[in-house]
């Protein structure tokens, strides 16, 4: 039996303890994720808070099968969406039912800027862009399922992946271009 599997074992028995570790083990991690999806760091931390509230309520439903890691992940997910379904400010940004445009694979962001900034790029995005961009990279959704998750059509699901990747790669360039202005006056 994994450490893990222990843990969650001693919270359906409802040692504090064990309670604590497994939310020691699992919330930076977690957070990490809960950032992608926040406006701020503020945001991040409720969203992870009401998410492990959910992990505890519906422990009992784990049924040990696949990753736990993966099970808690796919609440806190589900636990940013709903935050932002809430909002009245989730509306599609384009509405383009017939938007066929072929998504162009952009290079590696990450290859060329630092993670934490990028991280910050991505949390300047509009509300959904950066929920389409966060669900199809990071979750690995596909246009339908995402479509289904926010209440748009697969076609604003496209355009707005389309956009949110150009505003980055156009906030990276302006990063990069600040790096090597600065650079050179060194």
């Known amino acids: ?28 991690t977690m957070f990490t994720v ?22 505890f309520t ?3 439903q784990f049924n040990f099968e696949g990753s736990f890691e993966g099970w808690v992940r796919k609440i806190m ?13 989730l509306h ?5 039912e017939t938007n066929q445009q072929q998504i162009a694979e952009t290079e590696n962001i990450l290859a ?16 959904v862009y950066r929920l389409v961009f966060n669900l199809y990279v990071f979750e690995g959704m ?12 697969e076609g604003t699901s496209k355009s707005n992946l389309f956009d949110a990747r150009a505003i980055l790669q156009k906030a990276v360039n302006n990063s990069l271009q600040v790096a090597k202005t600065n650079i050179n006056y060194l």
């Open 112 to 127: 060329r800027i630092g993670t934490k900034e990028l991280l910050k790029m991505v949390q300047e995005l509009p509300p």
């Open 34 to 55: 809960c950032l992608r999806y926040a406006k701020s760091r503020e945001e991040a931390e409720e969203v992870l808070q009401e998410g492990f509230m959910k992990v």
């Open 92 to 96: 599609a940004v384009v509405d383009i």
């Open 77 to 89: 997910v589900n636990c940013a969406l709903q935050k932002y379904r809430s909002k009245a400010n």
């Open 142 to 153: 596909k246009h339908r399922e995402i479509a289904e998750h926010l209440g748009i059509s």
């Open 1 to 28: 039996m994994s450490e893990t599997d222990r843990l969650i074992k001693d919270c359906l028995k409802g040692h504090r303890h064990a309670q604590n570790q497994l939310y020691q083990s699992f919330a930076p």
């Open 58 to 60: 519906f422990l009992h």
